[in-house]
């Protein structure tokens, strides 16, 4: 089994930044992909982030620029940086990845942009 924590989320004025983190942990053999996506009210959960094993990075169109996502193999942890946030980028984010063959899903940390 694998789980995945993350930590990170809170309440940000617009402009501002934040991090997000996730770390996997248990019976891992190979992290292919990881990823964050997000989910707003109403929306569905949307791809916010992909990072490879190589290093190759992938971003959606809105957060270009303003979000950096990063990885620690030895550690196994996905970072997201965040920053320049705007309302729009209020949601649930979640950590995705592909290893041992399989997808898991962290239970999502709340962020919120807000004056």
């Known amino acids: 089994q694998v789980q995945l924590a993350e930590s990170g989320g809170g309440l940000v004025q617009p402009g501002g930044s934040l991090r997000l983190s996730c770390a996997a942990s248990g019976s891992i053999i190979t992290i292919w992909t990881m990823d964050w996506y997000r989910q707003a009210p109403g929306n569905q959960r949307e791809l916010v982030a992909t990072i490879f094993n190589s290093g190759l990075t992938n971003y959606a169109e809105h957060v270009k620029g303003r979000f950096t996502i990063s990885r620690d193999n030895a550690k196994n942890t996905v970072d997201l940086q965040m920053n320049s946030l705007k309302p729009e980028d209020t949601a649930v984010y979640y950590c995705?990845?592909?290893?041992?063959?399989?997808?898991?899903w962290g239970q999502g940390t709340q962020v919120s942009v807000s004056s």
């Open positions: 995705h990845i592909r290893a041992n063959n399989r997808e898991y």
